[in-house]
């Protein structure tokens, strides 16, 4: 039952992107600005919430013994999370949605690889963070719910869905077949269970410092959201839509964390 649990839980927002990716089979124009906007924010909503709910306070409940010095851990982890993305960001090249300039190291990869990467970059903090999640719940060592590590998995998984189709959809219109285009924004989530469980392998090793894998995980998603996602979804066109999805959000990742930890 439990090998049941993992499984679903870190395939849960793999399906997501693909079922997301799987829209280039429906949509014939490329999403709006509008659209991606409000599909950006609605996931930066969820990404601060489940950082914030799922992963840094559980982290400082559990170093709760330690007193003032409770948030030692969840800093010490936070910061491992940032290092770590801003490194993968720093060397890895990349390309963002509607950027003219790569980032990272100097390549000669397609323009299409360097977003791909870059979908995959954001993908990998995600995968993480469901991984360490149920590590603490299968460990039951650490104050996880199967019901907080099943909302965490969810919650990604619904911010998954309009992220699969900005990335495929963009392919499509660049002239890429609907089965390659759906193919391609499947890959960039195939990551996030594989990085998972990777997590998972790691963090039952070194039970003991789950406090500092839990806020890694959150350190990493919030490098996300504050360097792409909220830039993306505020260029342009000044709109409030973003800012409005992202309330939206992280109500809902909110509430399936209470609701269902």
């Not at 903090?125 to 019901?147: F, K, N, R, W």
């Not at 390659?180 to 990777?198: I, K, M, N, Q, Y």
């Not at 973003?242 to 990742?253: D, H, P, W």
């Amino acid at each position: 039952m439990v090998n049941r649990e993992l499984f679903w839980g870190l395939m849960i927002p793999f399906i997501g992107t693909s079922a997301g990716a799987a829209c280039v089979f429906f949509m014939k124009d490329q999403l709006g600005s509008k659209v991606q906007k409000a599909l950006t924010g609605f996931a930066s909503g969820v990404m601060t919430a489940a950082s914030i709910w799922s992963l840094i306070i559980p982290a400082m409940d559990q170093s709760a013994d330690l007193g003032r010095w409770a948030f030692a851990p969840a800093v010490g982890g936070f910061w491992l999370g940032i290092l770590f993305l801003l490194f993968l960001d720093t060397f890895i090249p990349h390309l963002h949605m509607n950027a003219d300039k790569p980032e990272g190291s100097e390549s000669h990869l397609s323009r299409t690889v360097m977003m791909l990467l870059a979908v995959t970059l954001h993908n990998i903090p995600e995968g993480m963070a469901v991984g360490v999640v149920y590590a603490g719940y299968l460990s039951h060592q650490a104050d996880i719910t199967a019901g907080g590590a099943l909302a965490l998995a969810l919650g990604i998984a619904i911010q998954n869905f309009p992220e699969g189709a900005i990335i495929s959809m963009p392919l499509r219109a660049e002239g890429k077949s609907k089965w390659r285009s759906f193919w391609d924004g499947v890959l960039t989530g195939a990551v996030e269970p594989l990085f998972g469980f990777l997590t998972v392998v790691a963090s039952r090793l070194i039970v003991p410092f789950m406090p500092y894998m839990l806020s890694f995980a959150a350190g990493a998603m919030l490098y996300v959201v504050v360097e792409e996602l909220i830039p993306e979804m505020s260029e342009g066109e000044h709109s409030n839509i973003g800012v409005v999805m992202f309330a939206l959000g992280f109500t809902v990742m909110m509430a399936l964390d209470v609701a269902l930890g």
